[in-house]
């Protein structure tokens, strides 16, 4: 039990009783009233600077028993093709294998860690993906489109606009992220707004490359606009 302790006011020569608990108590209460504290994120979102292997976990401790040696080879060999990145180190969790670099790694490095790695002993191949770089979530929306199939009573479905987007050209490079969602403009409206989600760098290369730029869908021509992501897609 805490005893009370005496503190003397500046104001008054009289002394002031208080029990420790009883304050930290109310100090904390106080804090509470006031809403949630609010603290500073010093984290962002993962680097370019890493290059990512899809790979199962056995596979990823049989090389992480040797980390050490495997960025040596792979500078070795980056160093062969004359290139500027090189292995800082590397890390693992139960399904990716990351490496880090000091610097973005081009195709040609991709391709070179892809098969330093897929030729190591005792690695099950059918467990391993080619590296990638991380990626962003881009969100885009396709203008100029009738909701309505032509002569028909039936709406424009995902199916259809996913088969244009894969024989036109300018979405050679595209990934999609997830099927195209087609939504009314307005209730009473008979356009159609298409939302799409691709996959694109941190510097949203891809989606600059595509954003206002025209394509036909059937017999009317189409604009493409970036968009914030939408609750519906």
Known sequence: MYRP???????????????????????TNKIKSKGKPKFSITTKDPSRK??????????????????????????????????NVSANYVCSNNKEFIIITNKVAAISDLNIIEKYVKGLNKIDLNDIMSPWLSQS????????????LENTNLPIISDIIETVIKDTHMFNDIVLVSWPCVIKVFSKSDM????????DSQNSIKAKCLINRCFSISQYITTIRGTNMNSDV
């Open 5 to 27: 302790l005496k503190v003397i006011s500046k104001k008054s020569s009289k002394s002031k009783m208080f029990f420790p608990n009883i304050e930290i108590h109310n100090v």
């Open 50 to 83: 890493q290059i990512i292997i899809s790979i199962s976990m056995n596979n990823s401790e049989k090389i992480i028993l040797q980390a050490n040696e495997h960025i040596l080879n792979i500078n070795r060999l980056l160093k062969c093709i004359k290139s």
């Open 137 to 148: 979530k881009l969100y885009l929306k396709i203008l100029g489109v009738l909701y309505l």
């Open 192 to 199: 159609a707004i298409i939302w799409v989600n691709i996959w």
